[in-house]
């Protein structure tokens, strides 16, 4: 998986597609930062499946080197979304976040 292709996405706020544990997912990608030493995108997951089956849309962290498969859409979204509160743990570092 490239970060490259990942800080694009952000930039652009395009909305990502990959396949991660085995399930397709369409995301819009917010964040981009180091947990635990793991290089990870949180990001709020608008289609596909995940294999808690949970209601969609809802808010992922992904590992990028668990990312397979993915395709930069032209499908884009508007900006920065509320973010949850209390329902992630912390960064130990932020990369880059999706701007308003």
Do not use: C, N
């Not at 085995?22 to 990870?40: A, C, F, N, T, Y």
């Not at 590992?63 to 949850?84: A, Y």
Request: no cysteine.
């Amino acid at each position: 998986m490239s970060r490259e292709a990942i800080e694009r996405a952000i930039k652009e706020k395009a909305v990502v597609e990959f396949s991660y544990g085995g399930h397709s997912r369409k995301v819009e990608p917010h964040v981009l930062g180091i947990k635990d030493g793991e290089l990870q995108i949180l990001g709020y997951q608008i289609g596909g499946s995940s294999s808690s089956g949970g209601p969609l849309p809802e808010w992922r962290r992904f590992d990028l080197r668990k990312i397979t498969g993915l395709i930069i859409s032209v499908q884009k979204f508007p900006g920065r979304r509320p973010f949850p509160s209390g329902r992630h743990s912390s960064w130990d570092r932020e990369l880059l976040i999706v701007s308003a």
